[in-house]
């Protein structure tokens, strides 16, 4: 959630940023700006009228002590109508602080300088392209008919079992999926990150403060009678973690990593692009969160980039990467890479993780602050990064790996699966 003090101080400046999202906020931020007025007015009343009030508690109490009975009542009266004000300037206050905050949710992070103006994925840049696409025979299979070959993934017990998008991964392919998990894992441990096992539902409180309640694009599973949701990726539960807290500046930046399943409903996808393993309602995906401050977060962001690259390096896979024009990036994002890499059976970019800098928009809602060394709190900015979701690598591994013999496996996961080839 953007702060109403950076859009008093720099309206201008958000009203041209978020352009860049192709959307017109000038009209928001005004009426967001006219509610701050009114409730910073508000507010100073109430104030007065509190202050006024302790006042004349105090004369009162001391006319008693001093025998002046009647004075003393006369001034309770004043009193009474004071606490009747009070009351309805604080009912007033609730009601422009709700609205204020009903029109700031509506509101996306502001896009950073460098992100390019833009409305779709078309309008994305290229920013880097590593290896080169590998040669496959002209029979060679998509991973769907690869997984069925082998006996990897069983796409129609996970319909029976729960319905489509819901695989079954079976034998190797179940230990290679394990076996991608531990290696990820392995790896954020490697660069610093701590290791946590979250809850995989979460209350309303988390969702809203990672940014992924209101849920707009109904892509959140919803369990009504606990009121609690299934989270879409471990972002949620580990951001979480901090909400309502205060970091001391030197625990910073707090780096943290985490396997879960993760649950999307995937509302309007369909077609071919959503065959085997290209889009699922469960999935798994180990993630990476840091939290720091906000001087560090841009260089944190290139770090994070460059430790997603080099997964996908030790496991020869080719790939690019893409940032993401104002109007393709998340709500709560103020820059995003998307890493793509390519499918050599389907002949085209399949995207495995996006890393995000959220500046303080998060951490906004989720009141994460640090204390700086004159001892004032400020909020911390907060990045998330997939490292890496699986089910488009694995597809991927399957596809670009295959020959007449069978499927190679990356050498850096034969420690993790205990064998080298499927056949």
């Known amino acids: 959630m953007l702060e109403v003090s950076y859009l008093r101080e720099h309206r201008n400046e958000a009203v041209q940023r978020l352009a860049k999202r192709k959307l017109q906020a000038d009209i928001t931020i005004n009426d967001i700006l006219r509610l701050d007025e009114q409730r910073r007015s508000n507010q100073s009343e109430l104030d007065a009228v509190l202050a006024e009030s302790n006042q004349l508690s105090k004369e009162i109490g001391q006319l008693f002590k001093e025998g002046k009975k009647d004075e003393a009542n006369a001034m309770k009266a004043k009193t009474a109508d004071?606490?009747?004000?009070?009351?309805?300037?604080?009912?007033?206050?609730?009601?422009?602080?709700?609205?204020?905050?009903?029109?700031?949710?509506?509101?996306?992070?502001?896009?950073?300088?460098?992100?390019?103006?833009?409305?779709?994925?078309?309008?994305?840049?290229?920013?880097?392209?590593?290896?080169?696409?590998?040669?496959?025979?002209?029979?060679?299979?998509?991973?769907?008919?690869?997984?069925?070959?082998?006996?990897?993934?069983?796409?129609?017990?996970?319909?029976?079992?729960?319905?489509?998008?819901?695989?079954?991964?079976?034998?190797?392919?179940?230990?290679?999926?394990?076996?991608?998990?531990?290696?990820?894992?392995?790896?954020?441990?490697?660069?610093?990150?701590?290791?946590?096992?979250?809850?995989?539902?979460?209350?309303e409180a988390s969702g809203f403060g990672t940014g992924q309640l209101p849920d707009k694009e109904g892509q959140m599973y919803h369990m009504e009678k606990d009121d609690l949701y299934a989270i879409p990726t471990a972002e949620v539960p580990l951001t979480n973690i901090f909400r309502d807290t205060i970091v001391k500046s030197e625990d910073l930046p707090v780096r943290c990593t985490a396997y879960t399943p993760c649950f999307r409903r995937e509302a309007g996808s369909?077609?071919?692009?959503?065959?085997?393993?290209?889009?699922?309602?469960?999935?798994?995906?180990?993630?990476?969160?840091?939290?720091?401050?906000?001087?560090?977060?841009?260089?944190?962001?290139?770090?994070?980039?460059?430790?997603?690259?080099?997964?996908?390096?030790?496991?020869?896979?080719?790939?690019?990467?893409?940032?993401?024009?104002?109007?393709?990036?998340?709500?709560?994002?103020?820059?995003?890479?998307?890493?793509?890499?390519?499918?050599?059976?389907?002949?085209?970019?399949?995207?495995?993780?996006?890393?995000?800098?959220?500046?303080?928009?998060?951490?906004?809602?989720?009141?994460?602050?640090?204390?700086?060394?004159?001892?004032?709190?400020?909020?911390?900015?907060?990045?998330?990064?997939?490292?890496?979701a699986l089910p488009r690598v694995l597809a991927a591994l399957l596809e670009n790996n295959q020959s007449a013999e069978g499927i190679q496996i990356p050498e850096v996961l034969v420690p993790y699966t205990g064998f080298d080839k499927i056949s």
């Not at 531990?182 to 290791?195: I, K, P, R, S, T």
């Not at 998340?330 to 993780?353: K, N, P």
């Open 270 to 388: 369909y077609g071919k692009d959503v065959r085997g393993l290209n889009r699922l309602h469960q999935f798994d995906k180990v993630e990476v969160v840091n939290i720091c401050k906000p001087e560090d977060s841009y260089g944190i962001l290139d770090e994070m980039v460059a430790h997603v690259g080099g997964l996908l390096e030790k496991l020869g896979l080719h790939y690019r990467i893409l940032r993401l024009c104002g109007g393709d990036m998340g709500f709560t994002s103020a820059m995003t890479y998307d890493f793509e890499v390519w499918s050599a059976a389907q002949g085209r970019w399949l995207e495995v993780s996006s890393v995000s800098n959220f500046e303080t928009y998060q951490s906004n809602r989720l009141k994460l602050r640090y204390r700086a060394e004159d001892k004032k709190t400020q909020l911390c900015h907060t990045l998330n990064g997939s490292a890496l």
């Open 82 to 203: 004071l606490k009747e004000k009070s009351k309805e300037l604080q009912v007033e206050q609730d009601q422009i602080k709700h609205a204020l905050e009903n029109l700031l949710v509506t509101l996306p992070n502001t896009p950073h300088a460098n992100v390019k103006e833009g409305a779709s994925a078309e309008d994305n840049e290229e920013i880097k392209v590593v290896g080169e696409k590998p040669l496959l025979s002209s029979d060679a299979q998509p991973h769907w008919e690869l997984a069925d070959r082998y006996k990897l993934i069983d796409f129609e017990l996970g319909v029976k079992i729960s319905g489509a998008g819901f695989p079954v991964y079976t034998g190797k392919g179940a230990r290679l999926q394990r076996a991608l998990i531990n290696f990820f894992l392995e790896q954020n441990l490697e660069a610093g990150y701590v290791e946590y096992q979250p809850p995989h539902f979460v209350n």
